[in-house]
Nanobody
């Protein structure tokens, strides 16, 4: 069983930065792809960024240049550095782990960007 715990969310002014963390339990982290999703009120959950077990990274187009995903396999943690935040970045951010046919989700962390 894998548990994912996100942290680092909060309230920030537009133009500010936040760093989200997602700590995983279990033994499959290093072999897993890790993803950050977000869901704004009234909207569908959307992919923000992904990092594979080998370190290949992909971003949703609108996040390129402002968001940076990274991972530390020794700490079983994935990070999302978010800079130049905008009010439209307000959402609950979720960590997602994919390993073979298995998928796990964290409980989410709220990010609120004020204008």
């Amino acid at each position: 069983q894998v548990h994912l715990v996100e942290s680092g969310g909060g309230l920030v002014q537009a133009g500010g930065s936040l760093r989200l963390s997602c700590a995983a339990s279990g033994s499959i982290f290093s072999g897993s792809a890790m993803n950050w999703y977000r869901q704004a009120p009234g909207k569908q959950r959307e992919l923000v960024a992904s990092i594979t077990s080998s370190g290949n990274i992909n971003y949703a187009d609108s996040k390129k240049g402002r968001f940076t995903i990274s991972r530390d396999n020794a700490k079983k943690t994935v990070y999302l550095q978010m800079n130049s935040l905008k009010p439209e970045d307000t959402a609950v951010y979720y960590c997602n782990l994919e390993w073979r046919t298995l998928e796990y989700w964290g409980q989410g962390t709220q990010v609120t960007v004020s204008s």
